[in-house]
């Protein structure tokens, strides 16, 4: 139905910025919600962000509120997260993921039966 493919993932420092790019091919895009999730080594998958449809509901995890910016445009085909003020704790594979559905639950990763391969984003103290 919808293909997803990352990028964008690399070594940063602490403070700096990075934005992720998820193509998107298949169907099209708007027809999906989507989102972004990471999961480091021993922990368990954590939601990050989630954007509606047509963008107008956008969801945060508590951790990265005010420093992450979900975004999404259409058109493209691509979904963003744009990262600043980067922490270590940051560090994790990131993967972005779309729904066909609708839900108040949009943060749980059953939600998404399409997924990305990752993108290792990494930030050195």
């Known amino acids: 139905q919808v293909q997803l493919v990352e990028s964008g993932g690399r070594l940063v420092q602490a403070g700096g910025s990075l934005r992720l790019s998820c193509a998107a091919s298949?169907?099209?895009?708007?027809?999906?919600?989507a989102g972004w999730f990471r999961q480091a080594p021993g922990k368990e998958r954590e939601f990050v962000a989630a954007i509606s449809r047509i963008a107008n509901i956008i969801k945060y995890a508590d951790s990265v509120k005010g420093r992450f910016t979900i975004a999404r445009d259409n058109a493209q085909n691509t979904l963003y997260l744009q990262m600043n003020s980067l922490k270590p704790e940051d560090t994790a594979l990131y993967y972005c993921?779309?729904?066909?559905?609708?839900?108040?639950?949009?943060?749980?990763?059953?939600?998404?039966?399409?997924w990305g391969q990752g993108t290792q984003v990494t930030v050195s103290s």
């Open positions: 993921a779309a729904s066909p559905v609708n839900s108040i639950n949009f943060y749980l990763p059953d939600m998404y039966p399409y």
């Open positions: 298949g169907r099209a895009f708007s027809n999906y919600a």
